[in-house]
């Protein structure tokens, strides 16, 4: 069993920059292909990046391509996701989820194993 919680979200400015975390408890990440996710007011929710295990494979959708970078520190048991240049598009609640499989289920949205409760990032002036 995988225990998820995000942190860092808050309220920024446009063209500002946060970076939420991701931190495990319950086992080691590095088994795991971790990604984030986001849903909006209203709006379904969408894969914005992830990263997988062992090779480090990254995925990006094209919305934040560019502007999101996705880490892990594996002796951290931590991933994070550094949003520069953010938009108010980019308002949402932001997750992050664990599968032992690959980017693909990330990509397609399910099949995630283990979720976060969220942390929510407004980009606002």
């Known amino acids: 069993q995988v225990q998820l919680v995000e942190s860092g979200g808050g309220l920024v400015q446009p063209g500002g920059s946060l970076r939420v975390s991701c931190v495990a408890s319950?086992?080691?990440?590095?088994?795991?292909?971790i990604g984030w996710f986001r849903q909006a007011p209203g709006k379904e929710r969408e894969a914005v990046s992830g990263i997988s295990s062992p090779d480090d494979s990254i995925y990006y959708a094209d919305s934040v391509k560019g502007r999101f970078t996705i880490s892990r520190d594996d002796a951290k048991n931590t991933v994070y996701l550094q949003m520069n240049s953010l938009k108010p598009e980019d308002t949402a609640v932001y997750y992050c989820?664990?599968?032992?499989?690959?980017?693909?289920?990330?990509?397609?949205?399910?099949?995630?194993?283990?979720w976060g409760k969220g942390t929510l990032v407004i980009v606002s002036s």
């Open positions: 989820a664990a599968t032992p499989y690959g980017l693909g289920y990330v990509k397609a949205g399910y099949g995630m194993d283990y």
């Open positions: 319950g086992s080691t990440l590095d088994y795991y292909t």
